[in-house]
């Protein structure tokens, strides 16, 4: 196959496809189907397995589609498992895709993300536009969070959904234009290698969410920059193990939240703030509960 970008010009540099595994055996072989058709070239699809009960049959799925797979060991997290997944590809992969595996990339995706990618060498990263099942488009490139948003969107996110903070951190408005984000959901979401490795992965601090979040703004921190592109599609089905455990990950992901927020503005005259975000973050997730 061509090593060329779709657009003509020089060479593109290689890129991977890494996925994890928990109780996705709905959802994987849909994954792994769409991932042929993202590139026109050769590209290796790595499978990091985070659940041991079911290694087996995700084995078989993942071989079946030509796709390599890592077995964990146990349930270290999103971030962990992809860490493993990317310390096992070959040094000369430029790019790496990292998705969930209840995304469908559509035709030409990988390659519309890698061709923006090669633009500018300041890029560290680049997301598609991702949609909903029903064809909504998700807020994927949002702002990197304030304090200040950070309470606002904690507070009034679940009584007054049109509230300015939740407004600024989601960064709603045209999602057809290519722009700057301060971070991109790590639901997919395409990284340079090499960036990748220098910050040390994913903080493996966060068992889920906010580890993308953490990404970005490190990213941004080395002066790079994290672009969306909305010409590259993906769609986010959802499955499995997105649903039956919401409280246990409603908790985690306000926990996460606290400690990015609460890590970033770290001084200890910041420590009245820090209370109140904790506060408002659980007053929240209360709430979400009770709904």
Request: aromatic share 8%.
């Amino acid at each position: 196959m061509s090593d060329r970008t779709p657009h003509g010009g020089a060479p593109a540099g290689r890129a991977a496809i890494v996925t994890v595994s928990y109780e996705s055996g709905d959802v994987l072989p849909a994954f792994l189907a769409s991932t042929a058709a993202a590139s026109t070239r050769d590209v290796e699809v790595v499978v990091a397995d985070n659940d041991s009960s079911t290694a087996d049959a995700l084995r078989r799925v993942t071989e079946s589609a030509g796709a390599r797979f890592v077995a964990v060991g146990a349930n270290l997290g999103y971030g962990a498992a992809v860490n493993r997944a990317v310390a096992s590809l070959d040094p000369d992969v430029r790019w790496v895709l990292v998705s969930n595996p209840d995304v469908v990339l559509a035709p030409g995706a990988l390659d519309r993300l890698v061709a923006t990618a090669e633009t500018d060498r300041a890029i560290g990263a680049v997301g598609p536009r991702l949609l909903e099942p029903d064809g909504a488009v998700y807020p994927s490139a949002r702002l990197v969070p304030s304090l200040r948003t950070g309470l606002g969107h904690a507070v009034f996110a679940n009584v007054w959904q049109g509230n300015p903070w939740t407004k600024r951190y989601r960064q709603d408005g045209d999602h057809t234009v290519r722009r700057d984000a301060g971070w991109l959901s790590g639901a997919c979401v395409l990284v340079r290698h090499d960036v990748f490795e220098r910050l040390g992965g994913f903080d493996e601090a966060y068992f889920m969410y906010f580890e993308d979040v953490d990404l970005g703004w490190r990213i941004g921190r080395l002066g790079l920059r994290n672009v969306y592109e909305p010409e590259a599609i993906a769609t986010h089905v959802g499955g499995t193990a997105t649903r039956g455990s919401s409280d246990r990950m409603r908790r985690a992901h306000h926990e996460s939240a606290y400690r990015f927020l609460a890590g970033k503005y770290a001084a200890w005259w910041l420590w009245p703030l820090r209370a109140v975000l904790r506060l408002a973050l659980a007053v929240r997730a209360r709430a979400t509960r009770t709904r």
